[in-house]
């Protein structure tokens, strides 16, 4: 939980949110990174896919990626369907329950999950999960 918050915090509280003609598969592996979880950049459709260094899950908690294919969001109060991300309007918070996102299907929701530095093989995972 500890890991979702400084996530949370960074993404909330970032004064440099995001570069000028940034996406949202940019801002977020931005915001990733700098809290400290990085992963190699992959585009909203290759995280919609999943990749490696996330973990579908069914019940999202905040930290959590939502994503739609084109699309791409950080979940901040899953009990209100919140998510953080690159809107129109810029950087804000939005829900995923809305029409507008209900119409580009249902979203994936992935977790972060943390590597063991002693193993050998990266496709190995502890149990420790974001």
Wanted: with cysteine.
């Amino acid at each position: 939980m500890d890991d979702r918050l400084a996530l949370l915090g960074t993404a909330l509280d970032s004064p440099h949110h995001a570069a000028p003609h940034s996406d949202c598969s940019h801002f977020v592996h931005g915001l990733y990174e700098r809290a400290g979880f990085p992963y190699q950049y992959a585009s909203s459709s290759d995280l919609y896919a999943g990749v490696n260094e996330f973990r579908r899950v069914s019940a999202p908690q905040p930290g959590d990626l939502v994503v739609w294919p084109g699309h791409t969001g950080i979940v901040t109060n899953p009990s209100r369907h919140s998510f953080f991300s690159i809107l129109s309007s810029g950087p804000g918070v939005d829900s995923y329950a809305t029409p507008y996102w209900k119409r580009r299907g249902r979203p994936r929701f992935f977790r972060y999950i943390k590597t063991s530095t002693t193993l050998r093989s990266s496709s190995l995972r502890t149990s420790n999960d974001y």
